[in-house]
C-alpha cells in the first residue's frame, strides 16, 4: 500500500465536507454519527469530537447483522459507560432504527422542555448526519425520510449542497457528505478502512488489502477461513501463502498455472464485505 496515497488520503471535497461541517454546527441541537459495527473505533472519525464541540451526540453502529454480536454488545456497555449513546442498527433492513427517535428525544429532553415552557412545543429538533464515507448515511436518512425523501425548505445559513430532511413532525435531518480526516495516525486505520470500502477500491492495490485482511482473519477468526474456504493447517503460512491458497481453493489459476491472486483478493474483499464469512468484527473490543 502507497503510504502517500492512502495513509495520507484527503481528497478536497472532504475539505470542504469539514468546512460545511463547522459552518452548519450552529444550526443544529445534535449530531448523529454513523459508524461501521465491523470497526466500531476505526470507523469514527476522530475530528468529528472537535468539529462536533459539546453538542449532545448519538451513535449509530450501522450494518450490526455483519458484526460480531459480542463485540457490539461491549462497545455499546462501554461507551454508555462514557455517557455516549449508541444504537446497533441495520439501515438497509431497518433493523434497530425504531429505537432511533425515542433516543433522539431522551437526549434532547431538557430542549424539549424549554420549549415546552416558552410555549414552543412542538419546534423541531434538528440534527445534523455525520460519518466516513459508506458507512450508511444515505441508507440511513432514506429509511427514516421514507421513500420520497421529501426535502424540506432551505433553512437561512445552510450551505445549498446540504440538504434537511423530515423525518417525523418534529425532527429534522441535516445530511452531509462523507468525510475522512487527513491522516492517519495509525496506519492500520487506513487498511482497516479499505477493507470495508471506505476508501475507494481504485486508489489501493487489492492483493495488498486482501493480504492484510487475511492477517487479521488468522489472528481473530481462523474458523472462518476454514469453514468458507476449506483451508486447514494455515496457522504458520504467511497470509499471501494464504491467498495464493484460497486461489488454489477456488481454482483460480492463471496460463502458467500460477496462481491468480489478483481475482482471489478482489473475490475475498467482495465475500466479507457481502457478510459470506460470517459476523465479524476486526477492531479489538
Not at 15 to 29: C, G, M, Q, W, Y
Not at 41 to 56: C, T, V
Not at 105 to 115: G, P, Q
Not at 140 to 148: E, V, Y
Amino acid at each position: 500500500m502507497n503510504e502517500s496515497r492512502t495513509v495520507q488520503w484527503f481528497p478536497g471535497h472532504m475539505a470542504k465536507t469539514r468546512r460545511l461541517i463547522k459552518e452548519n454546527l450552529s444550526l443544529v441541537d445534535a449530531v448523529c454519527e454513523l459508524v461501521d459495527a465491523r470497526l466500531p473505533e476505526s470507523s469514527r472519525n476522530p475530528e468529528i469530537d472537535a468539529l462536533a464541540g459539546h453538542k449532545p451526540r448519538i451513535v449509530l453502529l450501522n450494518k450490526c447483522d455483519l458484526a460480531d454480536d459480542a463485540a457490539t454488545a461491549r462497545v455499546i456497555a462501554a461507551w454508555k459507560a462514557q455517557g455516549v449513546t449508541a444504537l446497533p442498527v441495520d439501515c438497509r433492513s431497518g433493523r434497530g432504527l425504531d429505537k432511533f427517535l425515542p433516543a433522539v428525544r431522551t437526549l434532547l429532553a431538557e430542549k424539549l422542555r424549554a420549549y415546552a415552557e416558552k410555549g414552543m412545543a412542538g419546534k423541531a429538533l434538528r440534527i445534523m448526519v455525520v460519518g466516513i464515507p459508506n458507512t450508511g448515511k444515505s441508507s440511513f436518512i432514506n429509511r427514516m425520510a421514507g421513500r420520497s425523501r421529501a426535502k424540506v425548505a432551505d433553512k437561512p445559513g445552510v450551505t445549498r449542497s446540504n440538504q434537511w430532511f423530515a423525518i417525523d413532525r418534529d425532527i429534522l435531518l441535516l445530511d452531509t457528505p462523507g468525510v475522512l480526516w487527513p491522516k492517519f495516525e495509525d496506519p492500520e486505520v487506513g487498511y482497516k478502512l479499505a477493507f470495508i470500502g471506505s476508501v475507494k477500491d481504485e486508489i489501493l492495490d487489492s492483493q495488498e488489502i486482501a493480504v492484510r485482511l487475511l492477517a487479521v482473519l488468522q489472528r481473530s477468526y481462523p474458523d472462518r477461513l476454514t469453514q468458507r474456504y476449506g483451508l486447514t493447517a494455515f496457522e504458520d503460512l504467511e497470509p499471501y501463502e494464504v491467498l495464493e491458497a484460497i486461489a488454489q481453493k477456488r481454482g483460480m489459476l492463471l496460463k502458467k498455472g500460477e496462481f491468480d491472486t489478483e481475482r482471489a483478493a478482489v473475490m475475498l474483499l467482495d465475500e466479507y464485505r457481502g457478510g459470506k464469512l460470517g459476523k465479524l468484527t476486526l477492531d479489538a473490543v
